[in-house]
């Protein structure tokens, strides 16, 4: 059982999905934990989720697409709680993404901009303000949530694999500027992770799940709960002598040798021929 009482924890994006489960998961192993979150109502409802659950939590609105937005956030838990001890960075989901699908040439700098700024200059900003308190306290943690598309690429989504790209760059960066410091800073590239939304969707279109479960070898899509977990671990003393690392929580995914997987995707669809694969 990890043990994180009395720590202070911000999670950005924490209302739902990877980053709600990371708030609940925290919070029951003891933190005290801060939800930042541009849906005020899902983060409020978190909060008394987690209260519910016995755990300590707290919720402000916050944009990270606004720099501004960020540096109130980090002195807000600061002012609320006493001190910050973890910074989960998570925040950026898949409404923005799809807002900036395209290649190099279908994407114009505006697309650029936005993509960048939350998937990847919001976690600069975030490290850059919470870094001098958890000097402060002489250890730190932070957590970056970058993608499997960091790793792997995929044709039509130039700024979203060069965002999470960047972030596993960035972990690294950090990790070797600030390890001296006591802080650690991690990734961790999650695959298919189906959250509370897209599950609701999933449930109209059982095949197309199916289709993408077949993909990882576990058999099945990944959960927020999936992630938390690597999270907390990478919260906790547990993970005292790991830093610069990139945590893949993926069912597999990207271990395949992709020629049998091709064919066994092949294989699904003649027999499942009403699949339906849209997301």
């Not at 697309?111 to 998937?119: A, T």
């Not at 990790?175 to 189906?194: L, Y």
């Not at 671990?233 to 005292?240: N, P």
């Amino acid at each position: 059982m990890y043990n994180l009482n009395d720590k202070v924890a911000i999670i950005t994006g924490g209302a739902l999905g990877i980053g709600g489960a990371a708030a609940r998961k925290l919070a029951s192993v003891g933190a005290k934990v801060f939800i930042a979150d541009i849906d005020d109502s899902e983060a409020k409802k978190n909060v008394k989720r987690i209260e519910k659950s016995g755990g300590l939590a707290t919720s402000s609105h916050v944009d990270v697409a606004e720099g501004k937005d960020i540096s109130r956030m980090i002195n807000e838990a600061v002012e609320h709680y006493g001190r910050l001890d973890i910074l989960v960075q998570n925040a950026g989901g898949g409404v923005v993404s799809k807002a900036i699908h395209g290649s190099a040439l279908d994407v114009d700098e505006k697309q650029w901009d936005l993509g960048i700024n939350i998937y990847l200059k919001a976690l600069y900003i975030g490290a850059k303000y919470s870094i001098p308190h958890l000097k402060s306290n002489g250890a730190g943690v932070i957590v970056n949530i970058a993608s499997i598309h960091g790793i792997l690429q995929e044709p039509g989504r130039f700024v979203y694999e060069a965002a999470k790209t960047g972030v596993i760059g960035m972990t690294r960066q950090l990790a070797s500027e600030f390890g001296p410091d006591g802080i650690r800073v991690n990734a961790i590239t999650p695959g298919h992770i189906v959250g509370e939304r897209a599950a609701e969707n999933w449930k109209k279109n059982p095949t197309g799940h199916k289709f993408f479960a077949n993909q990882n070898l576990i058999g099945r899509t990944g959960t927020p709960k999936d992630i938390a977990n690597g999270v907390v671990f990478l919260c906790s003393d547990d993970s005292s002598f790991i830093t610069g690392h990139t945590l893949t929580i993926d069912g597999g995914i990207t271990v395949q040798l992709q020629e049998k997987f091709a064919v066994k995707q092949a294989q699904y669809i003649i027999d499942n021929p009403d699949t339906n694969l849209s997301l």
